[in-house]
């Protein structure tokens, strides 16, 4: 099973609107990741929060982690249409070259 | 910004053909990979490099082959192409992160890969 799993698989809102998504994950990790893909195109890394750390903010993004549920949460706030694309969890650990990526939540944005 | 291009956008190619996918990248990164993505999977790792000529297998690196001749150049080889093998397919690249993992990952525009 994979390590990162991204709830829920798909998530339609008015633009305006928050979104939230939630990524779970089973083993100890170093970081978690977040990144956005545009229908057929490379991801975008977005944000990144170290195990150590409990939230994060990079404009209208708001992460969340918490290692003893093995769980993060990415807010995005006053939803826009062009936020409309997959968004992926990735776990990293220290030292390993091995990220692991969930399936993704598809966020549709309706203007 | 950080450049990763790839050289194909979509492909097609028939079964047992040998393919090759090309990923440069401008920065100057250690580390590069590949990825086959595929809906519902999410992204699996086929071969990773973190120098010249040196490589790791990844979770899925059956009926695929790896070339890293120059820091920047990381090709992705399927000697004899299936069907199984359609899929997207992206490449990265990173740095080492500052406790060792690699952590941002900057990726390609993807490949579309169909093999009839």
């Known amino acids: 099973s994979q390590q990162g799993e991204e709830d829920p698989q798909a998530l339609s809102i008015q633009e305006g609107e928050n979104a939230t998504m939630n990524c779970s994950y089973k083993t100890s990790i170093n970081n978690l990741q977040w990144y956005r893909q545009n229908s057929g195109r490379g991801l975008v890394h977005l944000i990144l929060?170290?195990?150590?750390?409990r939230e994060k903010h990079s404009g209208r993004l708001r992460v969340t982690l918490d290692t003893s549920k093995k769980s993060s949460s990415l807010l995005i706030t006053a939803s826009r249409a062009a936020d409309t694309a997959s968004y992926f969890c990735a776990t990293g650990n220290t030292g390993g070259f091995k990220t692991i990526f969930g399936a993704g939540t598809r966020l549709f944005v309706k203007a | 910004d950080v450049k990763v291009t790839q050289s194909s956008r979509y492909l097609v190619k028939r079964t047992g053909e040998k393919v090759f996918l090309e990923c440069v990248q401008d920065m100057d990164h250690e580390n590069m990979f590949w990825y086959r993505q595929d809906p519902g999977l999410g992204l699996r790792l086929i071969y990773f490099?973190?120098?010249?000529?040196?490589?790791e297998k990844g979770d899925i690196p059956e009926g695929y082959s790896v070339s890293r001749e120059k820091k920047e150049r990381f090709s992705l080889i399927l000697e004899s192409a299936s069907t199984n093998q359609t899929s997207m397919y992206l490449c990265?690249?990173?740095?080492?992160?500052?406790?060792?993992?690699?952590?941002?990952?900057?990726f390609g525009p993807g490949t579309r890969l169909l093999v009839l």
């Open positions: 990265a690249s990173s740095l080492w992160g500052r406790l060792g993992g690699v952590e941002t990952q900057y």
């Open positions: 929060i170290r195990s150590n750390e």
């Open positions: 490099s973190y120098d010249v000529k040196m490589k």
